[in-house]
């Protein structure tokens, strides 16, 4: 079974790189919370097809993040940004501006 959060939120950040008929089935599964039954009913396949597309295209968005990681990026910076605001809440702007270069620097 596939981690719903977690392809959820690759999902998001590369559907573009999907075939439309990944993103269809994949939005169906995980936005419109859908069954494997109902998703076939509506693309005229069966059920395991339904199941074969998502675990297919659920394998093909963990290895862009793999090769690309930009959600992991992005949670790496969002870390940052609250110690950022942290440390200014604490009145070290000195330290901010080092958390920001790691940000702005890669």
């Known amino acids: 079974m596939i981690d719903i959060v977690k392809i ?3 999902y998001d950040f590369y559907e573009s ?3 439309s008929r990944q ?8 936005n419109e919370n859908l069954s494997l ?4 009913d509506e693309i005229n396949i069966t059920r395991q097809g339904v ?3 998502i675990s297919r295209t659920a394998a093909k968005l963990i290895e862009y993040e793999d ?5 992991a990026r992005m ?5 940052i940004a ?5 440390e200014i809440n604490n009145g070290n702007t000195g330290t901010a501006i080092e958390y920001l270069r790691k940000i702005t620097e890669g």
């Not at 993103?23 to 995980?30: G, I, R």
């Not at 949670?75 to 870390?79: A, E, G, H, I, V």
């Open 67 to 71: 090769k690309l990681k930009l959600s």
């Open 23 to 30: 993103s269809a089935v994949l939005d169906m599964y995980l």
């Open 37 to 40: 039954a109902e998703i076939s």
């Open 8 to 10: 959820g939120l690759l």
């Open 17 to 19: 790189l999907l075939t």
């Open 82 to 86: 609250r110690d950022v605001i942290d």
């Open 51 to 53: 199941h074969d597309i």
């Open 75 to 79: 949670m790496d910076n969002k870390k």
